[in-house]
Each structure stands twice: as structure tokens, then as C-alpha cells.
Antibody
Framework: QVTLRESGPALVKPTQTLTLTCTFS??????????VGWVRQPPGKALEWLAH???????FYSTSLKTRLTISKDTSEKQVVLRMTNMDPVDTATYYC?????????????????????WGQGTMVTVAS | QSALTQPASVSGSPGQSITISCTGT?????????VSWYQQHPDKAPKLVIY???KRPSGISNRFSGSKSGNTASLTISGLQAEDEADYYC?????????????FGPGTKVTVL
């Protein structure tokens, strides 16, 4: 069974750095085409992709937030960590980690998928003083 | 502000079919068959219901179908059921040869009358 679970602080102060950990099981982050990423959702608003890291350790960031984000992985521990600096009240949101399948193979053929196929339950982060 | 456009709400009676549109540009929806759709019930995590424009993950009802024409992708739910009442988000790959980007739509609230 594939699962992901987010953990981190529920409350951070403005200007602080947020550190979130995604612990996953049921799949390997060394399998070609498999990535783990982060998506956030402010209360009552839309989803927003933040970053992801792929099976090769390559890292990808949202253009609008890339100066504030750092993503890393510990494959042996099956964890992916996201750091977001200089937190602001507008960053108040539920933060989800998700498995992203970018490529897959079926019957000897390779396909691109680029879909967020399994999600964690999310963790609510409030930024306030 | 989302790069993709969706109607704020769509409603239908049980058994009817509804369609949700997702309009992008030639930089995203129009250039890639990498549109996915997510169902989100209140206070729950999103759930993938369609990927690669038309494909359904294992376990997703065949009442859900996807299509695309030009810069607009669509999700159709046929035989509408009470359990389909939720928010639906489209997502498209919007990167290029040298960068990766994913964009989500603003979401559509589906109400079963």
C-alpha cells in the first residue's frame, strides 16, 4: 500500500523558516519516473505546486517561489524534506506531499504521465505572530 | 491567480451528465497531453481521477472521462451520484525542454441537486 504522511509545525512566525517532512512507504524513490513533491492549498483556495524531487535526485521548483524553497530527500529513510524561508501570513495553507509519476512503462512502451497520483492527508500550517 | 480557467460551479441532478472545462494556453494545455483532474471532498486530500487527458487510474469509476480540444480540456461525469459532489481541479504540465512547471486551475464546485 502506497502512503505518504506529512509532518511539521502547525504554527510558524513571520520571517521564520518552515521545515516539512514527507515520510512515504509502498514505493521506491529510486524507480525511474517516480518523484515526490509538495502542493499547498490556502484555506478556501486552489492547489499550487511548489516543488518536487525525482528518482535521480533532480530538483524542480515553482518559478514564483524558487528563491525560498529547498527540497531534499533521504532515500534510505524514505523521506523528502521541504524548507521554505521567510514565511509570511499569506503562506498559511494546508501543505500536501504527493507522489508524482512522470514516466511509466507498460507492455514495453514508455509513457509520460506527469500526474500527482497519491497524496498525503496534508498538514495545516498557520503563519502568525 | 491560476494560469488555467475553470467555471466556479457546475450542478446537475442525479443520473445526469455534467462537463467541467479547463482552459489554458498554448504553453500548457494546448501543447501537452498531460492534463490531470483531481477530486477533493471537503477537508480531504485531492484524489486523482483522470491523467494524460483521458486515462483513469485503477479504481476510478468509468463514469469519469476526459477529453481535450485545442487549449481546453474537459472532465465529464456521467450518471451523476451524490458522492460526486466535491471540488474538481485540473492540472497541466506547463514546462519546456529546460524547465518543469505544473499549473492548477482554480477549481470547480460540483453540486448534485
Amino acid at each position: 500500500q502506497v502512503t505518504l504522511r506529512e509532518s511539521g509545525p502547525a504554527l510558524v512566525k513571520p520571517t521564520q523558516t518552515l521545515t516539512l517532512t514527507c515520510t512515504f512507504s509502498g514505493f521506491s524513490l529510486t524507480t525511474r519516473g517516480v518523484c515526490v513533491g509538495w502542493v499547498r492549498q490556502p484555506p478556501g483556495k486552489a492547489l499550487e505546486w511548489l516543488a518536487h524531487i525525482d528518482w535521480d535526485g533532480d530538483k524542480f521548483y515553482s518559478t514564483s517561489l524558487k528563491t525560498r524553497l529547498t527540497i531534499s530527500k533521504d532515500t534510505s529513510e524514505k523521506q523528502v524534506v521541504l524548507r521554505m524561508t521567510n514565511m509570511d501570513p499569506v503562506d498559511t495553507a494546508t501543505y500536501y506531499c504527493a507522489r508524482i509519476t512522470t514516466y511509466y512503462e507498460t507492455s514495453g512502451r514508455h509513457y509520460r504521465a506527469d500526474s500527482f497520483d497519491i497524496w498525503g492527508q496534508g498538514t495545516m500550517v498557520t503563519v502568525a505572530s | 491567480q491560476s494560469a488555467l480557467t475553470q467555471p466556479a460551479s457546475v450542478s446537475g441532478s442525479p443520473g445526469q451528465s455534467i462537463t467541467i472545462s479547463c482552459t489554458g494556453t498554448t504553453n500548457d494545455v494546448g501543447s501537452y497531453n498531460l492534463v490531470s483532474w483531481y477530486q477533493q471532498h471537503p477537508d480531504k486530500a485531492p484524489k486523482l481521477v483522470i491523467y494524460e487527458v483521458t486515462k483513469r487510474p485503477s479504481g476510478i469509476s468509468n463514469r469519469f472521462s476526459g477529453s481535450k480540444s485545442g487549449n481546453t480540456a474537459s472532465l465529464t461525469i456521467s450518471g451523476l451520484q451524490a458522492e460526486d459532489e466535491a471540488d474538481y481541479y485540473c492540472c497541466s504540465f506547463a514546462g519546456g525542454s529546460t524547465f518543469v512547471e505544473y499549473v492548477f486551475g482554480p477549481g470547480t464546485k460540483v453540486t448534485v441537486l
